[in-house]
């Protein structure tokens, strides 16, 4: 009997030391779900971070949305990650409604900005000298998808200004199209931009100087997580809080990601292989192992409803 009485003792505490260790596994689990709008740094950054985390043995899960839903499920813990929050005016609307449900926990990106962007050959600096040369832009600004916030902004801008050009809305893709057959040809054009985008690195572009402030000051990109996500997954946390580039870097891996339609992963790893110092750089300290990038993935990411192709 009372070997009996030891022996389920014994068996009690081995159920109580799994139920522990699985607590234990359940606070830092292999597997996380990035969220990302079709925004050319975000998908950039994602598809980057897919790339390194997945060489440390995670398995990284990308989903496609729009703005909106990205924010709702982030917030609900449906997706881990966002890492492409325009702070503190572009989405300062999604972080009051859901702020209390969201945690920072990096800002892969300083200095960026929205606003009018013409070809360095275009003789006017300003807003205001759209208007006497209306004719050589056709009367329109090329935008891009229609709800977006640059796009709200660029209405105020056309309002506040009197501008007598018409916004004409389109996609992310078919603005940079008409850019670069306008740039091909040197013919003047006006287009919604933003900072950090492929398009900089690639063509000669200034912003229009914005005297009335439309557009607002230069903002930082933020990776937000869903609230106590740097307790669950302390090594991804501490990942994206050096997760950090400088204009040239993400402006190349852009350029790079440009190449490489549909095969975005691909993109991102060729860009690692002519930057191995990332990985010391990016990587938490105890785990600074340069790996070996072998074997591509060519296929898009499960998708979230209502995905978009717009920016800001």
Known sequence: ????????????????????????????????SIGYVNWSEGIAMSYLAKAMLEEQGYKVTLKNADIAPIFTSVASGKVDLFLDAWLPDTHVDYMKKYGDRLETIGIPFENARLGLAVPSYVTINTIEELNVNKERF?????????????????????????LQL??????????????????????????????????????????????????????????????????????????????????????????????YPLRELEGAKVW???????????LPSQANNLTQLNGYETDRENSLPAAGTGNQ
């Open 1 to 32: 009997m009372k070997r009996l009485f030891i022996l389920i003792n014994l068996i009690l505490l081995l159920a109580v030391l799994m139920f522990l260790v699985s607590c234990n596994r359940a606070k830092d689990p292999k597997e996380i």
């Open 138 to 162: 056709k009367g329109e600004i090329i935008g891009i998808d229609i709800g977006a916030s640059l796009m709200n902004l660029t209405e105020d801008a056309v309002n506040d200004y009197g």
């Open 166 to 259: 018409k916004l004409m809305p389109s996609s992310g893709p078919t603005m940079t199209a008409f850019l670069q057959k306008s740039v091909e040809h040197n013919d003047w054009i006006v287009v919604t931009g933003w900072t950090p985008h492929w398009m900089f690195a690639r063509y000669d572009l200034k912003f229009l100087d914005d005297d009335k402030g439309v557009y607002g000051d230069t903002e930082h990109i933020a990776a937000v997580a869903t609230k106590g996500f740097s307790e669950t997954h302390p090594f991804v946390a501490a990942f994206f809080k050096n997760f950090r580039f400088t204009n040239e870097q993400l402006s190349e891996l852009m350029n790079i990601m440009e190449d």
């Open 272 to 282: 690692l292989k002519k930057h191995p110092e990332i990985v010391d750089l990016f």
